[in-house]
């Protein structure tokens, strides 16, 4: 999600204080900002996670 989600809301592991200030960005966000990202996060959901992509890949982890 590195390519999609803008530098600002990608936080340090372990770093309670980066996560706070990222959380509070993305409220800060305008509502197109927001749609706008949704709408990315969507596609890339569909792309990367749907039921179709699951079962080829169920179907080739069968082949092997």
């Not at 936080?11 to 993305?26: C, G, H, T």
């Not at 949704?38 to 092997?64: C, M, P, Q, Y």
Request: hydrophobic letters at 40%.
């Amino acid at each position: 999600l590195a390519g999609i989600l803008p530098k600002e809301l990608i936080f340090k592991e372990n770093d309670a204080r980066d996560l706070a200030e990222k959380i509070e960005y993305a409220l800060n966000m305008s509502q197109n900002e927001k749609e706008v990202l949704a709408g990315k996060l969507i596609k890339w959901v569909e792309e990367n996670h749907s039921l179709d992509l699951l079962a080829k890949k169920t179907k080739k982890e069968f082949e092997r």
